[in-house]
Each structure stands twice: as C-alpha cells, then as structure tokens.
C-alpha cells in the first residue's frame, strides 16, 4: 500500500487536512495510507507529502524547524527522490525563497520568489481575503476535470520569480497566484479541505498524480 505523509507540526488545520485527505482516498479504486506524523523516517519513505498550514509564514517556518529532522526528511522525499508534495496555504508559501510577514524571513527556497501581503486596488475589498473565489487555471494534471471555484482566507500571497510556476491564478482587487507548481512539486493558496466537492476533486487529483 502506496502511503501519503500528512506533516504534524501543530498546524491549525491538521485535522480538516486530514478528514479530506482520507475523503478524498476513500474515492480511489487504489486507495492509499494516510498518516499523520512528524517521524523522519516515516517522511522519507512516504510516497507522498502534504505540508497544512495556517497563520503567519514565520510562526509556521518556526514550527516545522523546530521538529528534529523535519525539514531534512522532506528535502530528501522531495527534492531528491522526488515524491510529489502539496502544501496547503502557509504550506505553500513556504515554498518561498522569503516572506515579507512581520519581517523577513527565509522559506524552503523550493520555489524561486517571495510573499508579500494582499493589497486590493479597490479599498472596498477586505484582507483578509476570505470566502469562494474563481480560479483562473492553466492547463495542469492537478486541475483537470476540478471545479475552478475554491474557499480561501489568507493575508498574504506567494509571487514566483518565474511566471512558469504559477498554474492558476485568482483576482482579488489585483491577480494573485492561488497555485503553483514545478515538477513533482504544487502548492495551492486556498483551502481543499474547505472547498466541499471541488476541494475533494483536486485531492483526489494529487493522490493520483505522476509528476
């Protein structure tokens, strides 16, 4: 049975990460392990990797380092046996060469950029941004066949140095990445496990992937 690493660090939306997680398999003919863990041994030797995550991007930087052996066993799972990853809001963030939130602070550098904090041309609309937005997806295996539609709350965004690593963009006063990706490697600004059918839908995409 083919295992996915659900990272335990004390993110606020570990559960919900979890329930959809296992949801989300349940579905498959196939259906794999989901585990919720902190072990590094586990980490590296799961065939695939979400990273929750909600709150400020250093708080949650802090977290994951804290765990001994944390960031290295994702590395190798990742980096270098190339298990596909998703990291879920500050998940995907930490993505990050850097955040701007509350000073600057280093990310995983897995993807080249930076996250700065929404600011609206229309000083109608409210960060934090929260609620269902559209999605404005470019052609990736994760999004096919997935309602364009997702659930976010957040402040702050990711903004690659490449354009080629943004897959779905959303608009919010200004157009903002809501996905990115690059190789075995994605990460979304929204919430799946908030986002009822289509949120299941994009899981059931990443369980199935092959980067």
């Known amino acids: 049975m083919t295992t996915v690493a659900l990272i335990d660090y004390g993110s606020?939306?570990?559960?919900?990460?979890?329930?959809a997680l296992?949801?989300?398999?349940?579905r498959l003919d196939n259906p794999p392990e989901v585990v919720t863990t902190a072990d590094p041994e586990a980490i590296r030797k799961a065939d695939r990797i979400v990273l929750p995550g909600v709150g400020a991007f250093a708080a949650c930087m802090a977290a994951v380092s804290s765990k001994p052996g944390l960031v290295a066993a994702m590395t190798e799972a990742v980096q270098q046996r190339?298990?596909?990853?998703l990291g879920v809001c500050v998940g995907m963030q930490l993505l990050a060469t850097r955040g701007l939130e509350f000073g600057e602070h280093p990310g995983f550098g897995w993807i080249a950029g930076e996250v700065r904090r929404l600011e609206p041309a229309d000083p109608h609309l409210k960060v934090p941004h929260m609620g269902?937005?559209?999605l404005e997806v470019r052609r990736h295996p994760l999004f096919e066949g997935v309602p364009p539609q997702m659930y976010f709350t957040h402040s702050f965004a990711f903004h690659p140095a490449e354009d080629a690593a943004v897959v779905a963009v959303t608009n919010h006063g200004g157009r903002f990445a809501s996905a990115v990706a690059r190789d075995n490697i994605a990460g979304v600004q929204f919430h799946p496990e908030k986002s009822q059918a289509a949120g299941l839908a994009l899981?059931?995409?990443?369980?199935?992937?092959?980067?």
């Open 82 to 85: 190339g298990a596909p990853f």
């Open 132 to 134: 269902w937005n559209d």
């Open 12 to 19: 606020g939306n570990l559960r919900s990460a979890e329930k």
């Open 22 to 26: 296992q949801a989300a398999a349940g």
């Open 203 to 211: 899981i059931g995409r990443f369980l199935e992937w092959k980067p």
